[in-house]
């Protein structure tokens, strides 16, 4: 079956700007969670989807927001772009909190640079 | 709280030889532990995952590693490198259904 599916594969923006990254989560997945990893601050996680609804959130400015969509797609939203946030940006998707023995699939991940 | 320290940033080893990479958890509760994989501008691959039972998990290309719940270690091993195992290496242990990585380990294969 088809995997973690992150569009665009990679962006260019300008500080100011916003940017929206997209995430297809492996069908029948409902938990989509995001990370930025960075060479200074690694693996950082986000913030957890299920079923519409934000469950969990990591420490980061309200200028990062997210959404999922009724089909458990999801999507990340950077507003007021900073030269920090040039990163890696990771979507995982795993079957949700119930199967807490299960691992979760990674994207590719969408590589923002922000000059 | 949940966290994972990789010992080593960096490991480098020669083409055949053993490969060690070390990972140790803090828990109140035995956790689900995780290692993955990354290439370059890649996604994380899972390579072997521990849930409960046998403590030596066996993973995906040539790699395993040992639960032990004493050390509160899950050290992630290959018997013989190869080129292809270059790559960074993390481990993470997962609560909820949040995982928690640790910083990483940069593989180097010497030819």
Known sequence: KAGVTQTPRYLIKTRGQQVTLSCSPISGHRSVSWYQQTPGQGLQFLFEYFSETQRNKGNFPGRFSGRQFSNSRSEMNVS???LGDSALYLCASSLGQQFQNTEAFFGQGTRLTVV | ???VTQLGSHVSVSEGALVLLRCNYSSSVPPYLFWY???PNQGL???LKYTTGATLVKGINGFEAEFKKSETSFH???PSAHMSDAAEYFCAVKRGNQFYFGTGTSLTVIP
Do not use: D, I
């Open chain 1, 80 to 82: 007021t772009l900073e």
């Open chain 2, 37 to 39: 994989v990354q290439y």
């Open chain 2, 45 to 47: 691959q899972l390579l």
């Open chain 2, 1 to 3: 709280a949940q966290s």
């Open chain 2, 76 to 78: 992630l091993t290959k």
